[in-house]
């Protein structure tokens, strides 16, 4: 009987025991190719020698020193690094230990940075429907999904949340994408006008949606015009690049890609690899100057912010990043998988669409791909797929709530950055297999 409080309560899983590259091994021997580096994690797969390296190195000089009396070279370096390749104007950086942390950092960053300037008015948040920022309280409310967010209603701030960008569903025949972002632009200035700009903090979304649509990107045009909006409002625009950040699709930073840059920006995930818990919330110079002209400091620390191990870990990720021209493998390969899955699933009757950016690709299951009517919840779709990926030795991460929050399912496809054509091809063939597999007794 186990005494830890799992994911799933009586599920059985099995036991991790070691890794290396893109495969994990369990304490029976069997062999997973990480096809979705854990969730959207592990970037440079497993048991990376120069990580574990650096590691090894600042534990022997320093495991820990509290954020109160001390800053550490590792710190200062990672810090520098992040800054020197971040989005234009940005020049201070949060270190934090996850996502969920970061989306917190942000949101109250954002509000200190209007009291500061004396707006205290300003209360809202807006973000989007069916979107993910974490778990606790504060990145909880401005998520959107659903049935995660229902039974803790009461608890969570007031958030507004408009339409997100999902093309497959939303887009009418009729439209262009330029005109369908054009409409979700309006939505989002609609909603603004409503609360009256003078009242909104700031607008929160990711850059490519992860987890909850299944790596879903803008159409063209809609980021540059939602800054427009923020800026002419001045609302804070703030970009979680928690999942999609940090080289998943194929620049250092998704937004680069969009042409722009955002006010506050979460990361985390690959940012350290999962080689230990960092995420990051870097900051546009004129916030970072509001607070430090105001009070002089953000009443927001934890224990744990930047920690040297965890710094050490983030900061070897990044070099091993640019020395091995990693990028560059992400484009590469990210073109090989999407061709491989579209040719794969193009037309398999229960897959309604295949799409994604880099080595952040997703495939939405469908129970009619006419109708695009998604599967009956009851059938869990989603955990089948990843019970039979499973028993193959493949690792993929599938989630349900994609069409409208509660319902549909989709699969994340999104390998370490070290992956090869060969494997992909194995990964592509193996996912095969397991949704004919999970969707074989309703055919
Ligand atoms: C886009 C996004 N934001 C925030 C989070 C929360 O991060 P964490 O689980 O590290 O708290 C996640 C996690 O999946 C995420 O995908």
Redesign the pocket.
């Known amino acids: 009987m186990t005494h830890v409080l799992h994911r799933q309560i009586g599920h059985s899983y099995p036991v991790a025991c070691g890794g290396r590259g893109v495969i994990i091994r369990d304490s029976t021997g069997k062999e997973y190719v990480d096809a979705s580096s854990g969730?959207?994690v592990s970037c440079l797969g497993h048991s990376h020698p120069d990580i574990l390296a650096a590691m090894r190195e600042q534990l022997d000089s320093l495991a820990y020193a509290h954020t109160s009396f001390f800053t550490t070279q590792v710190a200062e370096q990672l810090a520098d690094d992040l800054v020197a390749h971040a989005p234009k104007g940005m020049s201070q950086v949060l270190f934090v230990s996850?996502?969920?942390?970061a989306?917190e950092a942000a949101l109250k960053l954002a509000r200190q940075y209007f009291v500061e300037r004396g707006e205290p008015q300003r209360r809202y948040i807006i973000a989007r429907r069916q979107s993910?920022?974490?778990?606790t309280l504060g990145?909880l409310a401005v998520g959107g999904r659903e049935w995660q967010r229902k039974q803790f209603a009461p608890l969570l701030i007031e958030t507004h949340h408009v339409s997100p960008v999902y093309e497959y569903r939303d887009r009418r025949v009729d439209e262009t994408p330029q005109a369908y972002g054009e409409r979700l632009v309006k939505e989002l200035e609609t909603k603004i006008e409503a609360l009256g700009g003078e009242n909104v903090i700031a607008f929160v979304a990711?850059t490519v949606v992860?987890?909850t649509l299944g790596a879903v990107p803008a159409v063209p045009g809609y980021f540059r015009r939602v800054r427009e909006i923020c800026s002419r409002h001045g609302i804070l625009l703030i970009l979680?690049e928690?999942?999609?950040g940090m080289g998943r699709t194929g620049t250092l930073h998704a937004c680069e890609q969009e042409g722009i840059s955002p006010d506050l920006m979460?990361i985390?995930?690959g940012l350290g690899g999962g080689y230990a818990p960092i995420?990051g919330l870097l900051m546009q110079e004129d916030i970072f100057q509001a607070v430090a002209h105001g009070s002089g400091a953000f009443q927001h620390t934890h224990t744990y912010m930047g920690h040297p191990l965890a710094c050490a870990a983030a900061l070897a990720v990044q070099r091993v990043m640019r020395r091995d021209n990693l990028l560059a493998n992400v484009r590469a390969q990210g073109t090989h998988l999407s061709r491989r899955l579209k040719e794969r699933f193009g037309n398999h009757p229960f897959v309604g669409d295949v799409r994604g950016r880099g080595l952040l690709q997703g495939v939405e299951l469908v129970a009619d791909r006419g109708t695009k009517e998604p599967f009956d919840l009851k059938l869990k779709m989603h955990a089948r797929v990843k019970g039979e990926a499973m028993a193959r030795g493949l690792m993929v991460y599938p989630t349900g709530g994609t069409a409208d929050g509660t319902r549909g399912d989709h699969v994340l496809i999104a390998p370490p950055f070290i992956i090869d054509g060969g494997t992909i091809d194995t990964i592509v063939e193996r996912l095969g297999e397991a949704i004919d597999a999970a969707t074989s007794q309703i055919r």
């Open positions: 969730a959207a996850g996502g969920s942390e989306i993910y920022h974490g778990v990145a990711e992860g987890a979680d928690v999942m999609c979460a985390a995930k995420g």
